[in-house]
């Protein structure tokens, strides 16, 4: 088992900068991929970022790129999202998750951390 406990969200207003932790603790040596992801009221659930946790390989959705940064601190077990350039559409609940391959669905999940952008 992988236990994830999120953290860092909030208000903040339009082209400002928040920064997502996500703490894993249990069996971290298990993880082989590790993302966010966001739900906005009224839309389904969009995958963010991803990192490979060994090669720290990265995935972003076209949305977020050049605006937002995930990294891993391995040494903390611990799973960071920069986000920079805020827009109103970035206003949701971000989650982050993990898995144990590339062949496993995203099993492990921290509890939401809302994230509010103001025009």
């Known amino acids: 088992q992988v236990q994830l406990v999120a953290s860092g969200g909030g208000l903040v207003q339009a082209g400002g900068s928040l920064r997502l932790s996500c703490e894993a603790s249990?069996?971290?040596?298990?993880?082989?991929?590790m993302a966010w992801f966001r739900q906005a009221p009224g839309k389904g659930r969009e995958t963010v970022a991803s990192?490979?946790?060994?090669?720290?390989?990265?995935y972003y959705a076209d949305s977020v790129k050049d605006r937002f940064t995930i990294s891993r601190d391995n040494a903390k077990d611990t799973l960071y999202l920069q986000m920079n350039g805020l827009k109103p559409d970035d206003t949701a609940v971000y989650h982050c998750?993990?898995?144990?391959?590339?062949?496993?669905?995203?099993?492990?999940w921290g509890q939401g951390t809302q994230v509010t952008v103001s025009s």
């Open positions: 990192i490979i946790w060994s090669t720290g390989r990265t």
């Open positions: 998750a993990a898995r144990t391959s590339n062949f496993q669905s995203y099993d492990y």
């Open positions: 249990g069996r971290t040596f298990s993880v082989y991929q």
